[in-house]
């Protein structure tokens, strides 16, 4: 069975958390894969740092915590922190009404989304493209993001299709997309791995993502995944596959997934 075969399970589409514990330096820590994807960031962090690094001044506390949380050197600016780290990482803390809200990071493998069109928004205002979300997910995100307690992590994954492999899917960064007549050589499974852990006793939390992204035979080849993707398919809401890209697209995806 694949290591992300967990993504589909053989249930309707919904949205949920399925949480699992995970560390903060475990998600954090280096790779094999660190030198490529060292060498990507520096190249957005270089071509356009104003993109993809940021931080409202609310924020630096948060962000020298984060630091030496990892074990970092002190007083690095969220861009350096960017070139150190492989995963992305965004941190969050509450504001006066108690509703986590983004204060920066430095993102350089967005899916489909602007670090610096979001700052200083609560979570639920960021999610509100997504069609459904808030309605099923809001305030058990607010929950759980309330009862952390420093040391402890929580990790999760999402995940997508795409026409790419590419991971800087940033909204303003040119990308194909998933279009009738549909090539199956170009079809990616997009998966997202998070890690949310607390940074303080205050609520602030780091937000940690790794994108992976899988070709569309390596998929199929899992006869659960197949099952599962095929089901979370056939059940998703048209708002939600226009959303994702998928709603023109998702009859020869079935298709193919009944081959």
């Not at 290591?3 to 589409?13: G, I, K, R, Y």
């Not at 954090?28 to 993109?51: D, M, V």
């Not at 200083?120 to 952390?148: F, Y």
């Not at 899992?222 to 998928?246: C, F, I, N, S, W």
């Amino acid at each position: 069975m694949s290591a992300w075969a967990e993504l589909f399970p053989d249930e309707d589409h919904r949205f949920h958390l399925a949480l699992r514990r995970v560390g903060l330096r475990e998600f954090f820590a280096a790779t094999s894969e660190g030198p490529r994807l060292l060498a990507e960031r520096r190249h957005w962090l270089e071509a356009a740092p104003g993109r993809h690094a940021a931080l409202l001044p609310e924020g630096r506390a948060l962000a020298a915590t984060l630091a030496a949380a990892l074990e970092l050197e002190p007083g690095q600016t969220v861009l350096q922190l960017g070139l150190r780290l492989e995963p992305d990482f965004l941190l969050l803390a509450p504001g006066e009404d108690g509703r986590h809200r983004l204060l920066g990071g430095a993102l350089c493998f967005p899916t489909g989304w602007s670090l610096t069109a979001s700052l200083g928004r609560p979570l639920e205002a960021i999610h509100g493209v997504v069609p459904g979300l808030n309605a099923s997910l809001a305030s058990p995100i607010q929950r759980m993001l309330s009862q952390l307690k420093p040391g402890a992590g929580v990790g999760r994954a999402n995940w997508g299709l795409a026409a790419t492999p590419a991971l800087n899917l940033h909204p303003d960064q040119p990308r194909p997309r998933l279009v009738e007549p549909l090539d199956l050589a170009q079809v990616w499974l997009r998966i997202e791995h998070q890690v949310l852990a607390a940074l303080d006793t205050a609520g602030g939390v780091v937000f940690g993502i790794r994108v992976t992204c899988v070709p569309w035979a390596e998929v199929c080849a899992d006869e659960a995944v197949r099952r599962g993707l095929h089901r979370a398919l056939r059940t998703m809401p048209e708002p939600v596959l226009a959303y994702k890209g998928l709603l023109a697209v998702c009859p020869s995806l079935l298709r193919a997934l009944e081959a």
